[in-house]
């Protein structure tokens, strides 16, 4: 058990802003943390809660959604519905338990190369800390045998 | 029974003047203190009509039945404050006409019942108003207060261990007013969001699914928490949801049929704390 825990972690971005970021970040030769596995998507807007629920599901130990600053928007107001999903959403998690501290959420331009790759490493290294995902992955162990009633 | 008397005589009259074809209302249930959803369409069947402060199913679902409400004619209904509230909903979210339906309120307070004025939705707005002023209660449910005093790590245990209990039913969908979709998210399977196996882990998933669906259109009638077969606590998942529109969002679910429903709108200024 000497090697450290290495967290799987999902991010959803918008293809305008973060996604367009994260090739900054790529095309300067930034180096970060290689555990995210970025999903790209028109908008954050477009971004459904089933969507973290399915990361965790498949044993991601955390989630980071992305996309424009408020105003924005390649669409105007995607950013906007997606900011009052995420408010309900997580007290949601919170209430249920799973920690809203592995659901991260953040605004990157398309000029924050630099703040994409501070992100990834700060969101890697607090969701290395917190460790795997346990309880839920307990669950997910669960599903390989028959369900009992 | 004066209430009871005097809006049976008030659904036959609108029957015999045919200003509508049925009305939605409670008869005797199986045993004394249930009552269950009654559809009258003619005199006698009026007569079965019970109000009392048993009373307490939401009956406003039954209007979104498909084809119900199609033909343009009117349908009674026997509401309570909450499923005025729901109708109010469903006009917003352009299920349903609010002219097409007759209200018929009423209220308890203990064993009694008295009956609200007005029969259009809109009559009453001032109702619901003042409802919304009330500080939100803030439940005196010890089981809530503890799961209120529990960490992270203690709430997904106490979670866990009430959804495991979960057959997957879906009582609690068919219960409810505002689960009209015609395909539910868990029917589908391209793509299958939720395993359809009653393992823990989906029934988790599909209870955050449906409150979530459900933040800031539920107005707590308790139809799904009475519906659960093994008695999961549904209340207060809704209950939170409903709390945390109305702070972060001075959200009251159902106050007119022109309310925006509060995550298909947005305001600039949207205060959080948390995005990096």
């Known amino acids: ?149 | 029974m004066i209430t009871q008397e005097k809006y049976r005589t008030r659904v036959k009259e609108l029957l015999a003047n045919n200003s509508v074809k049925m009305v939605i209302g409670y008869k005797q249930g199986s045993t004394a203190d249930r009552r269950r959803p009654l559809f009258v369409r003619s005199f006698e069947e009026a007569d079965e009509l019970v109000l009392d402060s048993n009373c307490i199913g939401n009956l406003a679902g039954y209007l979104v039945t498909e084809g119900l409400l199609s033909d343009e004619k009117r349908v009674g209904i026997f509401l309570r404050p909450e499923g005025i509230r729901s109708i109010n909903i469903l006009a917003a979210e352009s299920q349903l006409n609010t002219e097409q339906i007759i209200i018929f309120g009423f209220d308890t307070s203990g064993r009694e019942v008295k009956a609200l004025q007005g029969e259009q939705a809109g009559d009453f707005s001032g109702l619901i108003d003042s409802l919304k002023e009330k500080p939100p209660e803030k439940s005196s449910d010890a089981l809530l207060y503890r799961i209120d005093q529990m960490n992270t790590e203690e709430r997904f245990a106490f979670w866990k261990d009430e959804f495991s209990r979960c057959i997957k039913c879906y009582a609690c969908r068919q219960a409810c007013p505002m689960c009209y979709c015609r395909r539910c998210i868990v029917d589908s399977n391209q793509p299958q969001w939720i395993n359809t196996s009653s393992h823990t882990l989906g029934n988790f998933e599909w209870n955050i699914v449906r409150a979530f669906h459900l933040a800031g259109r539920c107005v707590g009638c308790g139809n799904c928490d009475r519906a659960c077969p093994v008695n999961i606590p549904l209340r207060f998942i809704n209950a939170r949801m409903a709390q945390e529109v109305f702070e972060s969002f001075d959200h009251y679910a159902g106050t007119s049929q022109t309310q925006e429903p509060v995550l298909a709108s947005f305001n600039k200024d949207d205060s959080e704390t948390f995005i990096l």
């Open chain 1, 1 to 149: 058990m000497s090697e450290p825990f290495e967290p799987k972690i999902i991010a959803f971005v918008c293809t305008y802003c973060t996604y367009a970021g994260a090739d900054l970040a790529g095309t300067s030769r930034l180096k970060y943390a290689p555990n995210v596995r970025i999903v790209r998507l028109p908008c954050t807007g477009r971004i459904s809660p089933m969507f973290i629920l399915k990361a965790l599901q498949k044993g991601a130990d955390g989630v980071l959604v992305s996309g424009c600053h408020p105003g924005d928007c390649h669409f105007t107001h995607g950013n906007y519905h997606a900011r009052r999903r995420w408010m309900v959403f997580r007290s949601l998690l919170d209430f249920l338990g799973i920690s809203p501290e592995r659901v991260k959420f953040s605004w990157i331009s398309a000029a924050e190369g630099g703040k994409f790759a501070d992100l990834i490493n700060s969101v890697t290294e607090d969701i290395r800390k917190l460790g795997p995902f346990d309880q839920y992955k307990e669950l997910i162990k669960e599903t390989e045998t028959p369900a009992t009633l």
